[in-house]
């Protein structure tokens, strides 16, 4: 069992910034990869950005591209987003996730998710 616990969130105007926190505990040494994603209002839940516990590699939706960075801390068990020039559309609830697959972009790849934590961004 892997434990994730989100934070940071909160409401920031269009090009502000904010930066997510996602603590894992638990069976964390056999995962492969940390992933977020998010959720607005009436739609899906969709992929945003993972990144590979061991090496590091990162990958990111276009939507997020060069505006979001994903980070790791190892030793504290934690993933970060930075999240940089937000706009309305980014408004959503961001879900951390983790999983012990070879396939880190689809949500059924994913074993654990947290709670969430709501991102509002206005206009």
């Known amino acids: 069992q892997v434990q994730l616990v989100e934070s940071g969130g909160g409401l920031v105007q269009a090009g502000g910034s904010l930066r997510l926190s996602c603590a894992a505990s638990g069976r964390t040494f056999s995962m492969t990869a940390m992933g977020w994603f998010r959720q607005a209002p009436g739609k899906d839940r969709e992929f945003v950005t993972k990144i590979d516990w061991s090496g590091g590699a990162a990958y990111y939706a276009d939507s997020v591209k060069g505006r979001f960075t994903v980070s790791r801390d190892n030793a504290k068990n934690t993933v970060y987003l930075q999240m940089n020039s937000l706009k309305p559309e980014d408004t959503a609830v961001y879900y951390c996730?983790?999983?012990?697959?070879?396939?880190?972009?689809?949500?059924?790849?994913?074993?654990?998710w947290g709670r969430g934590t709501q991102v509002t961004v206005s206009s």
């Open positions: 996730a983790a999983t012990y697959s070879l396939v880190h972009t689809t949500l059924p790849s994913y074993n654990y």
